[in-house]
């Protein structure tokens, strides 16, 4: 399968459980921060996003949640289904001149279990 | 409708050659961005032009040249193929690059390029 010799983190749950997806960034300038999710043979694709004078925002089915303090950011899914399988990606833009530069986590490999 | 389209989806070529990849979107987006996704699915920019201006300029060998006719087009030009160019390369595309908006990058499906 495609994660064969990646060496990222996994996290296997059963359909309709809830995931949560850590992430450590590490700049404390960064301002911005997305998730985004990337399924084999595609790009990724925007999930969330969460600006640093917030520390949790909701979407459908997703809620982002970020710690300043400790540099964390995590993705909770709930109700996990077969179709969120795929690789889950953070990143973070350094605020004030970095032209949108987004750095990307090593991403984390979500398999549900029907 | 696709957002973010890029020509071709697979390349295979050998080494030496020169190749180039395309890349368009159609969201009306001013910043429009190269990434290159190694083997460990590590994603690092390369590139980002705003208003076909260059910002961004990682440190990418020279024989890798982006150019921008237009903001709704961003193409990568490589020179001399090397067996470590081979991975994917995605386009993005943005409205916009910081400031107080959030904005969220809008990526291709990839060119998954492979050197023989």
């Known amino acids: 399968g495609e994660s064969v010799g990646l060496h990222l983190p996994t996290l296997s749950v059963q359909e309709g459980d809830n995931s949560i997806i850590n992430c450590a960034y590490s700049n404390s300038a960064s301002d911005y921060f997305i998730w985004y999710k990337q399924e084999s043979g595609k790009g990724p694709q925007f999930i969330i996003d969460i600006r640093s004078n917030m520390d949790k925002r909701q979407g459908q089915r997703v809620t982002v949640l970020l710690n300043k303090t400790v540099k964390h950011l995590s993705l909770q899914i709930a109700a996990t289904q077969p179709g969120d399988s795929a690789v889950y990606f953070c990143a973070e833009r350094v605020g004030g001149t970095s032209y949108g530069k987004l750095t990307f986590g090593q991403g984390t490999i979500l398999t549900v279990h029907p | 409708d696709t957002a973010v389209s890029q020509t071709p989806k697979y390349l295979v070529t050998q080494m030496g050659n020169d190749k180039s990849i395309k890349c368009e979107q159609n969201?009306?987006?001013?910043?429009m961005y190269w990434y290159k996704q190694d083997s460990k699915k590590f994603l690092k920019i390369m590139f980002s032009y705003n208003n076909k201006e260059l910002i961004i300029n990682e440190t990418v060998p020279n024989r890798f040249s982006p150019k921008s006719p237009d903001k709704a087009h961003l193409n990568l030009h490589i020179n001399s193929l090397e067996l470590g160019d081979s991975a994917v390369y995605f386009c993005a595309s943005s409205q916009g690059t910081g400031g107080g908006i959030s904005q969220p990058q809008h990526f291709g499906d990839g060119t998954r390029l492979s050197i023989l």
């Open positions: 969201l009306g987006h001013d910043t």
